[in-house]
C-alpha cells in the first residue's frame, strides 16, 4: 500500500477548523500591514534633494535656501515645521477618531467595517499623491488629506484585534498575538521599499501605489474574512497548547450569524477592571516608543556622527528589537499568567537604558555593541506597548465580568489604543520642543514617561490588594 506524501500527511492532520484559523491570522496579519504599508510614505517624501547641484531656470525668482527645487509649500527653510505639522493631523484624527470607532466596530459587521475602512483610507493615501500630478500647492490641502486619512484609519486596529480574539483562546494569546503583532514593523519596511522607488522621480506614486494595495486589501476583506466561529465562543476558551489553539472539535461556520447581545457603551468598557490602568499605561509607553521611531535616526546621526543613510540603517534595528519584544513578552506572559508583571518588569528594565548616558556610551564602542544595544533596548521599550495593545486588549475585551458578551472587545481595544495614541502624538511633539535645550531634557522625559506608566500600572495593583484585604477583613468583622 503506497503511504500519502509528507506534505499531505501534514496538510491532512489538521482539522477543517484548524485551517480557518490559520486563514484568519494570515489574513489579519496582511490587512494591518497594508494599514502601515500606507502610512510609512510620508516619512519617507521628507528626504530632500540636494538643490545646490540643480541648475534653476533663469526667470524663476528663489529664495536664499537649499531647498528650492522641492515642492511648494515644502521648499522653504521650514520644510521641516510643515512636515510636523502633516504628522500631527494624521496623529491627532487618529487619536480621537480611536475612541469612536470601536463603538461602531461593535455594532457593524467586522468585515463590512474593516473593508470599508481599508477602501477609504486607499483612496486618501491616492489623493495626497494626486496632489502632484494636479499640481496643489496647498498645505491645507494635505493637512485635510492626512486627517480624513487619520481618521478611517482607525478602522484598522479594534477590528483585527476583535476578529484574532474571537477565533484564538487566551491560553496562547500572547504568544500568538505576538508574532501575529509584526505586521506593523513588516508593513513599515514594505511601505518605506515602495515609496523609496518613486520619491525621487515622480513622489506621487510613492503614495498612490500604496493606496491601491490597501484599497485591494479591502477587497478581499471583503470577499474572505470570516469574522468568528459561530459553533462556540473561543473568546473565553482556554487553550493550553499550540495544537488546541490551531486545532478543535467543532465545525466551521462559513457565515456568521447575527449576534442578539447587546454592545457595550463606551462607558461601560471603562468600568471593566483593568481597562483605565492598561490604557494610561499605553499612553505613556507609546509616548517613549513614538519618540523613538521619528527622533532616533537624527539622534543617532547627531551624536554617533553617522550619514543620515547609516543613521537610518541602524535605527532600524529597534524596530527589529520590538519584534523580539512583543514575542517575548507575549511568551512570557503566557506560561506566567501574569500580563501586567510582564509589562511591570521590562518597563523597570528598560527605564535606564533609555538615558542619554547609556545611549551615548554605546554608540561611541564599536558597531556590534551599538546594534545589541538598539536591539536589546527596541525589546524593553515596544515589548510592553505590543503585548498591551493585543494580548491584553484582547483578555479584558473578554473580562469574565461580562458574563459571555462577546461585542466588547473592539471597543476595549479603540478605547486602551486611542489613549495610547495620544502619547504617540504629544511623545514627538515635546521631543521637538525640548530638543533644542539639549538631548539630556528629551531623554530624561522618556525616563520619566516610563516610570509613570510603571507607576500606574503598580498602583491599580496595590489598590486591587487593598481593597480584597479589607473586604477580607470587613467579612471577619462581620
Not at 98 to 114: A, T, V
Not at 192 to 201: D, H, K, M, T
Not at 452 to 469: E, G, M, P, S
Amino acid at each position: 500500500m503506497r503511504s500519502l506524501a509528507p506534505g499531505i500527511k501534514l496538510i491532512t492532520s489538521f482539522s477543517r477548523d484548524s485551517w480557518y484559523r490559520f486563514f484568519i491570522l494570515l489574513l489579519t496579519f496582511v490587512f494591518y500591514t497594508t494599514y502601515h504599508l500606507s502610512r510609512k510614505p510620508i516619512s519617507i517624501i521628507k528626504l530632500h534633494r540636494n538643490c545646490s547641484n540643480v541648475i534653476h531656470p533663469a526667470d524663476l525668482n528663489i529664495t536664499d535656501n537649499d531647498t528650492w527645487c522641492d515642492w511648494a509649500p515644502f521648499d522653504q527653510n521650514n520644510y521641516q515645521n510643515l512636515f510636523g505639522v502633516l504628522d500631527n493631523c494624521f496623529l491627532v484624527a487618529y487619536a480621537i477618531g480611536m475612541f469612536f470607532s470601536g463603538i461602531f466596530g461593535e455594532r457593524l459587521p467586522l468585515r463590512y467595517y474593516l473593508s470599508s475602512g481599508m477602501i477609504l483610507s486607499g483612496i486618501f493615501t491616492a489623493l495626497f499623491g494626486l496632489g502632484f500630478y494636479w499640481q496643489i500647492h496647498s498645505l491645507w490641502y494635505y493637512c485635510l488629506v492626512q486627517a480624513l486619512n487619520g481618521l478611517v484609519q482607525t478602522t484598522g486596529w479594534p477590528a483585527v484585534v476583535a476578529c484574532v480574539g474571537n477565533w484564538f483562546g487566551k491560553g496562547k494569546r500572547g504568544f500568538i498575538m505576538g508574532i501575529w503583532n509584526s505586521h506593523t514593523s513588516v508593513g513599515n519596511i514594505l511601505g518605506s521599499l515602495i515609496a523609496g522607488v518613486y520619491v525621487s522621480s515622480a513622489w506621487g506614486l510613492s503614495f498612490i501605489v500604496p493606496g491601491i494595495i490597501i484599497a485591494a486589501a479591502g477587497v478581499i476583506c471583503f470577499l474572505f474574512l470570516v469574522e468568528s466561529n459561530v459553533e462556540q465562543e473561543p473568546l473565553l476558551r482556554n487553550s493550553s497548547s499550540i495544537e488546541e489553539i490551531f486545532s478543535a472539535n467543532t465545525s466551521t461556520a462559513v457565515e456568521t450569524v447575527e449576534d442578539h447581545t447587546e454592545a457595550i457603551s463606551f462607558c461601560g468598557a471603562l468600568r471593566i477592571p483593568g481597562v483605565v490602568e492598561f490604557s494610561l499605561c499605553l499612553l505613556f509607553a507609546k509616548l517613549v516608543s513614538y519618540t523613538f521611531l521619528y527622533w532616533l535616526p537624527l539622534y543617532i546621526a547627531n551624536v554617533a556622527h553617522f550619514d543620515p543613510k547609516k543613521a537610518g540603517d541602524l535605527s532600524t534595528l529597534f524596530d527589529v528589537g520590538g519584534i523580539v519584544g512583543g514575542i517575548l513578552a507575549g511568551l512570557i506572559s503566557d506560561y506566567s499568567g501574569g500580563r501586567a508583571t510582564t509589562c511591570c518588569a521590562m518597563l523597570i528594565i528598560a527605564a535606564p537604558m533609555v538615558s542619554q548616558t547609556f545611549f551615548s556610551f554605546f554608540l561611541s564602542l564599536l558597531r556590534l555593541r551599538a546594534k545589541c544595544m538598539l536591539l536589546w533596548c527596541g525589546a524593553l521599550v515596544n515589548g510592553p506597548y505590543a503585548l498591551i495593545t493585543t494580548a491584553v486588549s484582547a483578555d479584558l475585551g473578554t473580562h469574565e465580568c461580562l458574563r459571555g458578551n462577546s461585542r466588547a472587545l473592539s471597543t476595549v481595544t479603540a478605547i486602551i489604543d486611542g489613549t495610547g495614541s495620544i502619547g504617540a502624538a504629544v511623545g514627538p511633539l515635546l521631543a521637538g520642543l525640548i530638543s533644542p535645550t539639549g538631548w539630556n531634557n528629551v531623554f530624561y522625559m522618556l525616563i520619566a514617561a516610563d516610570v509613570l506608566a510603571c507607576l500606574v500600572r503598580l498602583k491599580a495593583d496595590v489598590y486591587y490588594y487593598f481593597c480584597i484585604i479589607a473586604i477580607n477583613i470587613y467579612n471577619i468583622i462581620k
